[in-house]
């Protein structure tokens, strides 16, 4: 008996799905850049429509998957088996960039707080290596006890002598107590990347926004940086939520980057809770609302989203209502799942 065939539409590529795949395994082992966050079924990133076959979930069903979604005909390929041959539709899939997933040794370079809750981290590979990625794409640490802790890389792939990750300090965890009270330059990690669907389309002429949540921006710090670079033609806002002035750890360089490029780069910071002592007189509320307040003619625009769960979900839900095509929405959550992915959010 032939192994069940999946076609992904509206690219119409097929792959076969092993014995003890899931679809996305199998369709990432057939060299094709399907989106994908967390791999555990937290995150929600690498939701598709089932169009045509069934699906099953042999670990139950993922959290990322609200019953409404499901009952809608959603799925969600890290987790899922097909039962029989399927048709999914899963826009913006082409063939994989060739970069290799890799894991290797780093030394920590360097170590910065720039916020009571968040560390500046940077890593040091090899001399003779240098890591491949593409904006907006995260790595693994992996600890000796077999656990992976996710992190997004932060600098974009020219300025690849150090690797760097934004960690925000969750009190007990594995990785990031030992980031903020023991770790200390020069220390020895090792980790395995690049990883995940979430990184900058270059292609097209729609005007782009993003949206940050939290250490959400370290993502979309390196797409900025990386379009800078590259000349990106396409005007770009970055929005960026936290709840107090502090949140805003590089408040002055996203700054820079309007300051500098003008008729390039729009930064709109906005607070949800601000403090007496802050005395911010910019924007205040949700970050998602602002974008909303702002773009009524969101579906005109491509949109790139980081940051926690909640924020996520509530900014894919109202831009979706708003009209904004499911093909032109790209976002990474920053799931706080103890395993195998831990992102700071």
């Known amino acids: 008996m032939s192994d069940p065939r999946v076609t992904l539409e509206p690219g119409g590529h097929t792959f076969e799905v092993g014995p003890g795949e899931t679809i996305l395994e199998a369709g990432l082992r057939h060299g094709l850049a399907m989106p994908y966050g967390c791999r555990n079924g937290a995150c929600g990133s690498c939701r ?21 979604e499901a009952a809608e005909g959603y799925a969600l390929p890290c987790q899922a088996v097909p039962e029989g041959d399927v048709v999914l539709e899963l826009p913006q899939v082409g063939a994989a960039p060739d970069i290799p997933v890799r ?71 594995a ?19 690049p ?27 390196a797409m900025v940086e990386h379009a800078l670079h590259v000349g990106l ?28 490029h003008p008729e390039r780069i729009r930064y709109v910071p906005v607070l949800s809770e601000p403090r007496p002592e802050d005395a911010w007189d910019g924007r205040t509320g949700l970050v998602h609302e602002a974008v909303l ?32 095509p499911e093909g032109q929405l790209f976002y990474d959550s920053f799931e706080p799942a103890a395993d195998p992915r831990l992102a700071a959010s």
């Open 48 to 68: 598709a429509r089932v169009l045509r076959g069934a699906v099953a979930y042999p670990d139950g069903p993922p959290p990322g998957l609200s019953e409404a």
């Open 103 to 173: 894991q290797m040794p780093v030394r920590v370079a360097r170590m910065e707080r720039v916020a009571p809750d968040v560390m500046r981290l940077w890593l040091k590979p090899p001399m003779t290596e240098r890591l491949r990625f593409l904006p907006g794409q995260y790595l693994d640490v992996l600890l000796r006890d077999g656990r992976r802790r996710g992190f997004s890389i932060a600098n974009p792939p020219h300025d690849d002598a150090l690797i760097e990750l934004h960690v925000r300090h969750h009190p007990g965890g």
């Open 175 to 193: 990785f990031t107590e030992h980031v903020f009270t023991t770790m200390r330059p020069k220390d020895l990690l090792r980790i395995e990347a």
């Open 195 to 221: 990883l995940g669907g979430f990184h900058l389309r270059e292609a097209g002429e729609r005007p782009i926004l993003m949206v940050a949540g939290g250490t959400g921006f370290a993502p979309i710090k």
């Open 233 to 260: 033609a396409r005007p770009i806002t970055v929005y960026w939520g936290a709840r107090d002035r502090a949140g805003l750890y590089l408040h002055e360089l996203a700054a820079g980057w309007a300051r500098a």
């Open 293 to 324: 307040a702002d773009h009524p003619d969101l579906p005109r625009f491509d949109v790139y989203m980081a940051g926690p769960p909640g924020m996520i979900r509530a900014a894919r839900e109202a831009f979706l209502a708003r009209g904004l």
